[in-house]
């Protein structure tokens, strides 16, 4: 059974930093592009951050540019997103996704995702 869970978001001031986990568990981890999306109060989703799993290219969009990291873990099955600079648009619940950006269309993405406000 394939698992995908999401942790580490919070409650974060404007300028501040957190760093999402996502444990995966149920197919082959290394084999399958990972995508980071997200969904804002009222909004659709919208993909954030993919990592190529064959040549380990990042992409972003454009709204998280020189914000956000995405990286994975391969021995621990594990996909991260470190978001620094955090805006209060950023706000929304943050999900991981198997496949990349076209592959996940608009979910549902499998796992709880994790609330992320930013806030003052």
């Known amino acids: 059974e394939v698992q995908l869970v999401e942790s580490g978001g919070g409650l974060v001031q404007p300028g501040g930093s957190l760093r999402l986990s996502c444990t995966t568990s149920?197919?082959?981890?290394?084999?399958?592009?990972m995508t980071w999306a997200r969904q804002a109060p009222g909004k659709g989703p919208e993909w954030v951050s993919c990592?190529?799993?064959?040549?380990?290219?990042?992409y972003y969009a454009d709204s998280v540019k020189g914000r956000f990291t995405i990286s994975g873990d391969h021995a621990k099955n594990t996909l991260y997103l470190q978001m620094n600079n955090l805006k209060p648009e950023d706000t929304a619940v943050y999900y991981c996704?198997?496949?990349?950006?076209?592959?996940?269309?608009?979910?549902?993405?499998g796992g709880p995702g994790t609330q992320v406000t930013v806030s003052s």
């Open positions: 149920g197919f082959a981890f290394g084999e399958y592009d």
């Open positions: 996704a198997i496949g990349d950006p076209a592959e996940i269309g608009n979910g549902p993405y």
């Open positions: 990592i190529d799993s064959g040549s380990g290219e990042t």
